[in-house]
């Protein structure tokens, strides 16, 4: 053989050695079934050439809920955990709080009772250790928090709870032209922090919740102080408005978990030509939690029944997903 | 020649006719001297490898000002325009503006008596014709104006004013892995439809002020209805608030040509590492406008001094483009 041979034969041997990875399923933590088949048929008929469902790739927007729908949300929010941390580590400088509620219950370790004035309490205690930092302070606080609180019941961080099987239709959307965007009721700047290195989510592309910032000069040097007023809750029909507001596009393709999710979901499948929207269903008691109707927290109902009317994807994740956590033996 | 050689030859000579190409001056429509100078130094330091100042990709984020950065504004904000013929176009709907204030003298064409009530009747006028639609809806008239309204000066459509020497800087900022986005005082739904054609930059990448807008359903369909509400106004201090919501980073570099860009251009100077901060001044009454300190609109005189204090790059429209329009004649 000569050198062009050689190069020849090379480069043909490389071809073969790339074909099977190119064939290698793109998601190997779902069983087969009609929820996978879904997700790949919807990807393979929006980017195929000459499909009729073809879009171009600057359409191909996906937006994905995070609580539920990318990592856990049980017993409660994460956040409420870090908001629970907060005051603790906070309380120092709050003598007040030893003796007012809600926070008295927080520093006693009584959760419930912290948790009982329902959402005005909540907020309240969101507020009190949201605000008061500029934005370059709470990115460190946060970041310093996923780097090392861990989950009650498996000892985890936080961030080591996300779900295996979303982790890669995330990878697969990529992979095939799609910009995932995250739109969450959580805070856009509790998420911003570390979204890319866990799902490879660029700040510029989390969407959530938010307080008021407001820019100040500090010793001539500017800065953004972050104010105890809300600012947006990107939740139920606040998620479509949000999405118009940063994105400007209507989605290709919505995934979420509870009726929080359900007008993002309508947005998007209400589209003109081919979309898609698919509920997350927590089935799995063993492996996750098992909650949906009745549920406080990520109460899937309305959207149970408008995804049977619609014909979305419902994944049953006790039977669709091999593995739930990246951390969990196969 | 074997085919081997033949083929080295013909990479050979390939790799020969492209050098001149990547020594094309990237700025053409700019005269040599220190603003040209200031701009390519900057993207070269941050781009090419090894260099101290360099930047990876994912933080090369570029803001531009719109109204007289890169498109002109001048005798009044071309959106102001677009306000007045929807005045006109609305005004069979509403025979109340015959006789009432400040409506009644766009209608009869004198728009200085229209614009005497200041911000709060051009507020009035903007909620009027801005909201009463769904986003769909409003973004087709935008296409139709924008497609159709001329200038009273120029004759030429609003989006043949943009400034040729600028749509060199995007393009250059991106040839080197810039993001380039629009942070504007203008409306975010006015600019979204055309900014992809013109400017190419996509809705993801344009941030303006907004009203609020509302999820419903109609009919089973679900819609964002535009509410003559004030949402945000993307100026001055709100810049770095809406730069901090929808990009989650802060920016490299930030061009402006206003009092009303100096937070923004401070917030980006003020980062770590190499930054950039460029102001256009308007100075050719022949070929656009002259006007800086004492102007009404796009007023820039605190800006001038913190250009100077802080070294940062002051175009002199007049000395340094060698042409404005791209219809000019070069």
Redesign the interface.
């Known amino acids: 053989m000569?050198?062009?041979t050689r190069?020849l034969v090379a480069f043909t041997a490389a071809l073969l050695l790339c074909a099977p990875l190119h064939a290698a399923d793109p998601l190997p933590s779902w069983q087969d079934g009609a929820a996978k088949k879904s997700i790949v048929d919807f990807v393979e008929d929006t980017t195929r050439k000459n499909s009729p469902d073809f879009v171009p790739v600057?359409e191909r927007v996906a937006v994905f809920d995070n609580d539920g729908t990318l990592w856990s949300e049980q017993p409660m929010y994460f956040q409420a955990f870090f908001i629970f941390d907060r005051i603790k580590a906070l309380a120092p400088e709050h003598p007040e709080w030893k003796t007012k509620e809600p926070f008295a219950s927080v520093l006693r370790g009584d959760m419930k009772s912290a948790l009982a004035g329902g959402e005005h309490a909540l907020m309240e205690m969101a507020m009190a250790t949201h605000a008061g930092t500029t934005?370059e302070q709470f990115d460190a606080i946060v970041r310093n928090w996923v780097a090392s609180a861990k989950h009650p019941k498996t000892g985890r961080l936080y961030t080591e709870m996300v779900y295996l099987p979303m982790l890669e239709v995330l990878r697969y959307l990529r992979a095939n032209g799609y910009r995932t965007y995250i739109v969450s009721g959580g805070g856009?700047?509790f998420m911003?922090p570390w979204t890319?290195a866990v799902y490879g989510i660029?700040?510029?592309q989390?969407i959530g919740s938010?307080i008021?910032?407001?820019?100040e000069?500090r010793d001539g040097?500017?800065v953004?102080a972050r104010l105890p007023e809300l600012?947006f809750i990107d939740d139920k029909?606040?998620k479509?408005?949000a999405i118009?507001?940063?994105?400007?596009?209507r989605p290709i393709a919505a995934f979420g978990n509870s009726d929080g999710d359900l007008?993002m979901l309508?947005?998007t499948a209400?589209g003109k030509g081919r979309r898609f929207a698919l509920y997350v269903h927590h089935t799995d008691a063993d492996r996750e939690w098992a909650y949906d109707r009745d549920s406080h927290i990520g109460r899937l109902d309305k959207g149970l029944d408008e995804a049977a009317a619609r014909g979305w994807t419902v994944v049953d994740m006790k039977k669709d997903w091999k593995q739930v956590y990246p951390f969990d033996k196969p």
């Not at 008021?212 to 820019?215: H, L």
């Open positions: 000569n050198i062009f190069t600057a934005t856009i700047e911003r890319e660029p700040p510029e989390v938010s008021k910032t407001k820019f000069m040097v500017p953004l600012n029909e606040g479509p408005v118009n507001q940063h994105i400007g596009r007008q309508q947005w209400a």
